[in-house]
């Protein structure tokens, strides 16, 4: 075959993989609308997540291990994700309030040596305990809070390894982070780790995870946001001493 008749295969090896996940696009898109505000359209979502698909089909590399389907789901998602949050609708003053409640969870258990507490934060926080729950509301809502929103890209945190590291160290880094984050999550109250696995791990949402504690969607989204801001917290010292 010659060099031109090799790129036409390329080229069109690449176009058939597209058109075979474009449906993925979809199904991620409408997944994520779930967990969003009204004002993100599942529109915007699929063409985002049609870039992330192109870019995907560009970049694979088949002999790192990872199906395509696992290698495109990422991009896809980060595609979108990047999407939204260049439209990023929330307010400063949440954005402020999400980053004085970690500092709060942060100082809490530094003083006291436990988890950090609702009555505890806001105490610390010098709020009532309704205006710390509807803080902890309007920062779940005005952004969605990840696993990436600890620091690190879903790339080092995903259980399947989906591109070869350039180094030993990085290996190290990513063996390291996930040992981390794992201890992280176990010194959670228990409710909080269901939540965040049933979130993540069963990929419930809010409503339904509040059927299933029977508790209010409110409720979820208060344990969710808390929840995260917590490992974001206690993943700082990771974080620090990674450089």
Do not use: C
């Amino acid at each position: 075959m010659n060099s031109k008749a090799a790129a036409y295969q390329q080229f069109a090896d690449k176009n058939d993989l597209v058109d075979r996940h474009a449906s993925l696009v979809k199904r991620i898109a409408h997944h994520l609308i779930a967990r969003l505000p009204a004002s993100v359209l599942v529109d915007d979502l699929i063409q985002a997540g049609m870039i992330g698909l192109l870019e995907a089909s560009r970049n694979f590399d088949g002999s790192k291990g990872a199906s395509f389907e696992t290698f495109a789901g990422i991009r896809i998602r980060g595609s979108m994700l990047d999407e939204i949050r260049k439209g990023d609708w929330t307010p400063r003053s949440v954005h402020k309030n999400g980053r004085a409640i970690t500092e709060a969870i942060n100082q809490v258990e530094r003083e006291t040596g436990r988890d950090a507490r609702d009555l505890d934060v806001a105490e610390k926080l010098q709020v009532s305990i309704e205006s710390y729950h509807q803080m902890l509301n309007e920062v779940n809502a005005g952004k969605i809070i990840g696993m990436e929103d600890l620091g690190v890209t879903e790339d080092v945190i995903t259980t399947e390894q989906t591109k070869g590291s350039d180094t030993p160290f990085e290996d190290f880094l990513q063996g390291s982070f996930q040992k981390a984050l794992a201890h992280a999550i176990t010194t959670l109250p228990e409710r909080e780790a269901i939540v965040l696995s049933l979130y993540y791990d069963e990929e419930l949402n809010l409503r339904e995870i509040g059927e299933v504690l029977d508790v209010s969607e409110s409720r979820v989204s208060q344990i969710h946001s808390q929840a995260m801001l917590k490992l974001k917290s206690r993943m700082q010292y990771w974080r620090s001493n990674d450089k």
